[in-house]
């Protein structure tokens, strides 16, 4: 990350570590087995923990509850057997003041009977406690213990506060910790600042060298925040300089897209919206308009919409995206409507198509499915323009697909897509509008830094007369009782769905276990109408299923998740998911989400097979106590941890190494605010004191994003 001049000393940070004292080649070699091949990966190489060992004290002023650390030799070594096998290690520790007794219940008796040699010298840190067995007398249990090698310890290793790092067989952490405050005295001060004054002023950011030396080796006086709450000063500098550069190009990828790409600014309001309004059948909610407000605003710029819209399952974001569409056709442009499954395109153009013909509207149906030659005319209505309203698959984005005049591109569900093909719509045709729906709502942390780039709205109100979903969990051994619930509902005239998991490796297993499931059903409810929906259907047959549903012809209908997203049918107010602990938290809620669309009150009633995994406890309770998706999906980034919750590899998140998406909000809030100011103020970063922070950025953007030519 930084320059590779040499300095008077002759060092680079770009040196190997072969040529730092204390490292020969064998030595070299286990660092290597860590990824610590320069001198700057090694600065990169931050402890994983800490140990408290300023407070030193003799065994005889030991007490209890209190943290320390102390020197001495060992005296006596014992194995104390105990029934069933187990076994404790007792080691008394002895220096002029008195002895003490430490302890372990899990060792290995070979390797700790030769580290606990009779007069071998320890740096013992814990915290004492009464002696268990005795009743009098202080013991430690299970203590940080370091072999010392000279009477006078190292302070190194005793006095300060300590650094803990990942080490690898052969590589002892005192060796490492030695290596590291060597390297860290003589290459720290290498490290050039980048970050602008201004800003390191406004947040208390100590100097880089500053924050990588006292990151590895604190300062006296840290020990609270620490060891308490994990962020000391120096720390929050690496996490602070890590999401800035993010921020940064965050900012300056908008600034720059958004000077360079012409749009057609859109007429709005206009005959056909107006039309629309008196066809629907219910009034907007408060949230729909002010979110179509920033839509439209948009869509009067010359630069292309860059939206994404964010609003829970249920809160009507069906009807955004037809109004912003009709605006489109309303201009003499088309409107794209992409989903992400056939199912849910279908099921948007069976909703939009009525509207349309009202409104003498010619909309169409695309999917990969399609048989070649009406694919070939529909392709051919979308080249000439004849056809203003294209619903479809990802098969919208493939080649061969050519608008007219593409006006806007709304994509639904985005969590389903990868980036790329968002950005892949995004270049058809002119520059057109983009508006990027998710049901998904991932944390705001999270918003800001992978949907950084786009301005976002939130549907932050449910359509009136909405009925909580009661979620019930029911283990497999209560399955019955669940079915008891079911009926009784469908007794009242609603409808319910079964769902089935998903099986991936294997999708005949996953038919067979919807086909028994569905068998077994229509064997328990004779009286009533079962009906069975799944991914391998023709098209006309599914949405035969589907329409019938809707009409209320079948009472319950067993799927696959294949109805996951999208449907809706009000009358629909149960929602029975068969072993619910395999399927993740954004799903399950994504699932509950199709009940409670109407004025009935509505259930989901999730079946869990034991024995459960603990993640899967936690998405079960995650589901039974709230209803908020936006707390759920916080708490599947708890359970998940960021790198999975968007699946990396689809998601286009950076890898992070000092920050953590969940603990570090506020400063991605900051740093968020400092980049996109810096951007306004310079774009080009060409201001002489951005240079540093120029170079820094682009060593950080690698080929990371594709504007470094702008530079
Ligand atoms: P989602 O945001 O999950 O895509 P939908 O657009 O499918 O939600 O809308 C859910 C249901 O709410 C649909 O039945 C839709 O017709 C209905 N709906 C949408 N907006 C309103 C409104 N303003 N008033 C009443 N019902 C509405
Ligand atoms: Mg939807």
Known sequence: MQTTDKTKTGRSLKDSIQYI???????????????????????????????????????GELAEGEQITFQGKVSDVHIQQLRRRRKILEVTVQDDTGTICIKWFKFNEKYMKERYAIGRLLIVSGKPTRNRYKG?????????????????????????????????????????????KILVDQYAPLLEEFLPGDIRRRNHLPDRATAFRET????????????????????????????????????????????????????????????????????????????????????????????????????GKTIVALISLLTAVDNGMQGALMAPTELLAEQHYMNIQPFCEALGIRAQLLTSAMPAKEKKALLENIREGTTQLAVGTHALIQKGVEFQKLGLAVIDEQHRFGVLQREAIGKKGVYPHVLVMTATPIPRSLAMTLYGDMDVS???????????????????????????????????????????????????????????????????????????????????????????????????????????????VPNATVMLIEHAERFGLAQLHQLRGRVGRGQHNSFCLLVAYPPLTDDGKLRVKAMMDSCDGFKIAEQDLQIRGPGDFMGTRQSGMPSLVFADIIRDIKIIETTRKEAFALIDRDPKLANPEHQNLKVAFQEYLGDRLDFMDIL
Do not use: W
């Not at 204390?22 to 070299?28: L, T």
């Not at 860590?34 to 003799?58: M, N, Q, W």
């Not at 090698?149 to 803990?164: N, R, T, V």
């Not at 309001?269 to 308009?289: K, N, P, S, V």
């Open 21 to 59: 004292k204390g490292v020969g080649p064998k030595r070299a070699l286990l660092l290597h087995k860590l990824g610590l091949e320069t001198a700057e990966r090694c600065l990169y190489f931050i402890p994983h923990r800490y140990e408290d060992r300023s407070r030193v004290k003799k065994i």
């Open 136 to 180: 009098e007398g202080l013991e430690i249990i299970h203590p940080d213990v370091d072999i010392s090698l000279e009477e006078e310890a190292d302070p190194l290793d005793i006095g300060s506060i300590i650094p803990i790092y990942h080490t690898t067989e052969g590589l002892y952490q005192k060796s490492l910790r030695a290596i590291m």
């Open 216 to 315: 590895h080796f604190p300062p006296l006086g840290t020990q609270e925040n620490l060891l308490i709450q994990f962020r000391t000063e120096a720390q929050v500098r690496l996490v602070f300089e890590e999401l800035f550069l993010l921020q940064l190009g965050l900012a300056f990828k908008r600034k720059h897209t958004q000077q360079e790409e012409p749009g057609t600014p859109l007429k709005t309001r206009g005959d056909t919206i107006h039309r629309f309004i008196r066809l629907m059948q219910f009034e907007l909610t408060g949230a729909q308009i002010k979110v179509l407000g920033h839509i439209m605003d948009d869509l009067e710029q010359s630069r292309p919409m860059n939206r994404l819209l964010h609003g829970d399952v249920g809160s």
């Open 458 to 568: 939130v549907l932050d109100e449910m359509p009136p007369g909405r009925q909580p979903i009661q979620t019930k969990r029911y283990y497999e051994s209560q399955r019955d009782k669940a079915y008891t619930f079911l009926k009784k509902e469908i007794g009242k005239g609603r409808q319910a769905y079964v769902v089935c998991p998903l099986i991936e490796e294997s999708e005949t297993m996953d038919l067979k276990t919807v086909l028994e499931v569905y068998e077994d059903l229509q064997k328990r409810f004779p009286e009533a109408a079962v009906a069975l929906i799944h991914g391998k259907l023709k098209k006309e047959e599914r949405q035969r299923i589907m329409a019938n549903f809707k009409k209320g012809k079948a009472d319950i209908l067993v799927a696959t998740t294949v109805i996951e997203v999208g449907i809706d």
